[in-house]
């Protein structure tokens, strides 16, 4: 199974518009961050997790051949407002794609593109073909193409975000709270791509302290932090980690199996 982190920055992206911090005025390219999302290959299906504000750039970058499935962390804007995107994938494939989510995220998708999951007339270059899978967060394995994907219900200040854990991997973003349950279901993983928005509290997010406390508890054999904002330097900031966590950039691969990860 190889993941690949096709952006690992926070809402805004970075850098940031029109800010003259040294990590947004860095020339270090994985300093460059891209709106969050990731890209997962196994068993010859290619499934991705958001539909990112950049997916174009990022699937452009990625060299991303085909999507067979979508599965979709919450509505927020940054990681679903490059959803028209995937009409360029209908294009090639010919065929309708599924895409996941709970009920508040299929919810919104239904309200903010009404166009796409709403039946009426279309006029000018089409729309995207998707088909929308409710996810219940509490049943323990969903079926997505083959693969078994096990929801993960993590708090996003008051709203649910799913992270997925597709057998050794594990991607939890935008979260602030993982509670006892969900901790359960990621037991014994070779790489955990988990949130961390800064270095002080955040009412939605993990900031470092916490993200190394949940870290601490879950023992995976590799860590990489995602979701990052401006107050982390690639380099700079490297020692702030433990041993086994690695900050994210845009285009990380990783190859996972039960054995550990490349």
Known sequence: ????????????????????????????????????????????????????????QQALRAKIPRIDAVLFTHPHADH?????????FNFIQK??????????????????FSYIFQ????????????????????????????EHVI???VSHGSKECVGYRLGPIAYITDCSLI???????????????????????????????????????LQPKRTFLTHLGHDFDYLKSRNKLPKDVFFAYDGLSIVANERGSI
């Open 1 to 56: 199974m190889r993941m690949t982190i096709l952006g690992c920055g926070t809402s805004t992206g970075v850098p940031l518009i029109h800010c003259a911090c040294s990590v947004c005025r860095s020339k270090n390219p994985k300093n460059h961050r891209l709106r969050a999302s990731a890209w997962i290959q196994s068993h010859g299906k290619s499934i991705l997790i958001d539909t990112s504000t950049d997916l174009r």
């Open 95 to 112: 065929s309708v794609i599924p895409v996941y989510g709970n009920a508040w995220t299929c919810a919104e998708l239904n309200t903010k």
């Open 179 to 217: 509670p006892s349950s969900s901790m359960e279901r990621l037991r014994n993983l070779s790489v955990l791509v988990l949130d961390c928005l800064r270095l002080q509290p955040h009412g939605t997010h993990l900031h470092l302290d916490q993200a190394l406390a949940i870290i601490r508890a």
């Open 151 to 153: 929801p993960i219900s």
């Open 119 to 146: 039946s009426g007339p279309v006029e000018g270059g089409g729309v995207p073909q998707l088909k929308t899978h409710l996810v219940d967060t509490q049943t323990p394995f969903v079926d997505v193409l083959g």
């Open 80 to 88: 679903i407002h490059g959803i028209d995107e995937l009409r360029s």
